[in-house]
């Protein structure tokens, strides 16, 4: 309760919340709010002006842009939720392994995650992307099993800074076993690093996904994605440069609004910077702190 209390003294996280939350039931409901076919070809409607039958216009096949751009919420933002889901999944489990029982767990774990981060993040989607072929899906594997490593030694800090309390320690001479200690005592007081570390990472996977989806490397016609969108009014960006609105538009609203919220969450779950007044990013960044520990 006190998350939500602190949350709604945040005027922008709230209007994020909202943006985020639209977005969302707007992309499950895309077959039902489309006003039309977004695979339709219409030639004669080739470059069509906005009108009140197709509000944003027509592209260079004469498909609805208004109906390309919700079904393109779909890879764009809920396929990132979802592979986000899961590597926070596997992130979290490992995390917690490595941080509650230290030793050669925590040695495997942390020497597999160092190896995965020794590489950058483009240089290894591009690289799973070359082994597995180009699509969507290919790309999501690649994410999954490159941001996990991130994920899990983020938790992994998070959880040495509570292992060795003395509830902890108090709960583990009385008996309780390691999985109840685990679920009961570290998993509530981590979750807010985790939930903070989740929704920080949102804006800049729907901005890979896109990135990829632009290059041609990512979900292929004649399906919708934003990045794609992007690509294909980019043939004519000087005749007809409002094509390439629309998609811009959005993934600069979506990204900015997992961003702002974000740091709303941060605010209201961190309790030194509601005291101070601090904004988020003069705290130490997690991924400094991590690589330090």
Known sequence: MNVWKNSAMDKMGQLSLI??????????????????????VQMSLRYAEPSWEYLLGNDQLGRCILSRLLYGIRPSVLAVLLVLLLSVLIGAILGFLAGYFRGKTDTWIMRICDV????????????MVGILGVGLE?????????????????????VLQYTEMDYIRFARTTGMGHGAIIRRHLIPVTFADIAVTASSSVGSMI??????????????????EWGMMLNEAREVMFTRPEMMLPPAIAIVIVVSAFHFLAD????????RL???GLQPDRLPDQQEVAVRL
Not at 264 to 270: E, P, W
Request: aromatic residues 10%.
């Open 207 to 224: 901005l890979q996904i896109s990135g990829f989806s632009f290059l041609g490397l990512g979900i292929q016609a004649p399906q919708a």
């Open 138 to 158: 290919n790309i999501l594997i690649a994410f999954v099993l490159t941001k996990w490593a991130w994920f899990a030694r983020v938790i992994r800090t998070s």
């Open 116 to 127: 995965v981060l020794s590489f950058p993040g483009y240089v290894m989607t591009l690289a």
């Open 19 to 40: 943006v985020v939350v639209g977005v969302i039931i707007a992309g499950l409901s895309a077959p039902v709010l489309v006003p039309h076919d977004p695979l339709a």
């Open 274 to 276: 509601r005291q101070s």
């Open 264 to 271: 709303s969450l941060q605010v209201a779950l961190d309790p």
